[in-house]
């Protein structure tokens, strides 16, 4: 007996984790058993073959049928990169959040990486209120932590800074505008909102995970483990799945847009002897390929400096790419051009570039969730220097992705 129950549990050790169906770019649709799932590449054992795909060629995993979240009540967490979590219950101890997910899963991650919470998620006009609500906030760019009551039927907000959690992790702290601080049970919270602000050091999105209850993960990496699916969220936040929870793995990064397919809805651009130095679609200043350090870029934006681009994202995207740098077929002077990129005002990140550097381009990768207005600014910089001849950027492949 004891010699079967080994036979047994090897045969299951040495199983495929799960049936499901890859798609790739060129549109095949490879079937079969998932044999592994790595930072690179997902191999399906189709008929006894191995098939390996990177991850670069696919769409999609289908895994299992879809469901959703239906429980009698439930509370959803948002994180800080987009990741949706339906939970049964939650408590914040000091700095660290435990949820206990639908599925019956049980997880902990740092405070830092929550965006908001909504208790009372089962009911559509509850959810619908309270997405108005955080939209209306970042529209109106409010920079306060909220605490949320019902009241009469109502939500009321109160705004403040939101502290770390009790011991008992049935409390946090809660200090109002008005300076006053009290302790908070969460009991009697229909929904807390953290003033993050953009976080520029997130990870990159590498696929969008959902699972049977609706759960969305949004992953900078998911590798295949002996017991599921381990998920590192783009906010650093780390979850682990069994395989038959998992409903599809996305690898498609949502909708794709072209910066040079927007219309900037404030354009300021440098004037010589009253003629302007407009800003260039797909060609560079002189109307030629865009090409750095010796590779031609068939999308992308010319800049001269001073030029400034401002794009009313609405808040529809979370990761914008390029690959910035000094043009091989413009000439001008030596010295520095400054990339300057902001969110709502504030600057995500700045560059300096000098033709006289050896490598004279740089990959640009940053997470712009809810950024409702970037803003793009290339200008003359070092030394005081005010002249802006020949100094220009190129910003090859620039996009913005969901």
């Given at each position: ?8 549990a090897a045969?299951i050790?040495?199983?495929?984790l799960?049936?499901a169906?890859l798609r ?8 079969g058993d998932?044999?592994?799932i ?15 795909t990177?991850?670069?060629q696919i ?8 469901g ?6 439930f509370?959803?967490?948002e994180?800080?990169d987009?990741?949706?979590?339906h ?12 949820a206990?997910l ?6 902990s991650?740092?405070?830092a ?10 009911v559509?006009?509850?959810?619908k209120?309270?997405?108005?609500r955080?939209?209306d906030?970042?529209a109106?760019k409010k920079?306060r ?9 109502f939500?009321?907000a109160l705004?403040g ?17 008005s ?5 908070v049970s969460?009991?009697?919270v229909a929904?807390?909102?953290?003033e ?6 997130a990870g990159?999105l590498?696929?969008?995970i959902?699972?049977?209850l609706?759960?969305t ?10 017991s ?10 780390v979850?682990?799945l ?5 409903v599809r793995?996305d690898?498609?990064g949502?909708k ?7 219309e ?12 302007p130095?407009?800003?260039k679609r797909?060609?560079?200043l ?16 010319a ?11 609405k808040?529809?995207y979370?990761e914008?790419k390029a690959v ?5 077929l ?8 400054i ?7 504030k ?9 006289r ?11 712009i ?33 969901k």
């Open positions: 007996m004891y010699a079967t129950r080994v036979f047994i045969l050790a040495a199983a495929p799960n049936a169906e790739t770019l060129q549109g095949e649709t490879i079937s998932i044999a592994s790595t930072a690179k590449e997902v191999t399906i054992l189709r008929n006894g073959v191995r098939v390996a990177p991850l670069a769409l999609h995993v289908d895994c299992n049928p879809a959703k979240a239906s429980a009698e009540h509370i959803d967490i994180l800080t987009g990741t949706l979590l939970c049964e219950k939650y408590t914040i101890k000091g700095r660290d959040v435990s206990k639908l599925t019956g899963k049980e997880f991650f740092p405070l990486t929550v965006s908001n919470l909504i208790t009372e998620a089962q559509e006009k509850t959810r209120e309270w997405s108005d955080i939209s906030r970042k109106k920079r932590d909220v605490l949320a009551v019902r009241r009469d039927g939500l009321n705004e800074t939101l502290g770390d959690g009790q011991d008992s992790g049935e409390v946090i702290a809660f200090t109002s505008t300076g006053n601080s009290r302790a969460l009991s009697g929904g807390l909102i953290f993050r602000g953009v976080d520029v050091n990159p590498v696929c969008k959902t699972d049977t609706g759960d993960f949004v992953a900078s990496k998911a590798v295949s483990t002996s599921g699916l381990s998920i590192t969220t783009s906010c650093g936040a979850f682990e069994t395989m038959p929870t998992v793995l690898y498609s949502g794709l847009a072209w910066l040079s397919d927007f900037p809805s404030q354009v300021t651009e440098s004037f010589v002897d009253n003629n130095f407009h800003y797909e060609r560079n002189e109307d030629g390929q865009l090409r750095l350090d010796n590779v031609i870029y068939a999308r992308g934006l800049l001269h400096a001073t030029t400034e681009l401002e794009y009313d994202l808040g529809d979370r914008f910035a740098g000094i043009d091989d413009i000439g001008g002077l030596p010295g520095a051009t990339l300057r990129i902001e969110g709502d005002g600057l995500l990140k700045e560059f300096s570039f000098d033709r550097d050896k490598v004279r381009h740089r990959e640009i990768v940053l997470n969730k809810d950024v409702q207005k970037l803003k793009i600014r290339v200008a003359p910089g070092g030394d005081g220097l005010k002249l802006d001849l020949g100094l220009h950027l190129d910003l090859a492949d620039a996009k913005v992705s």
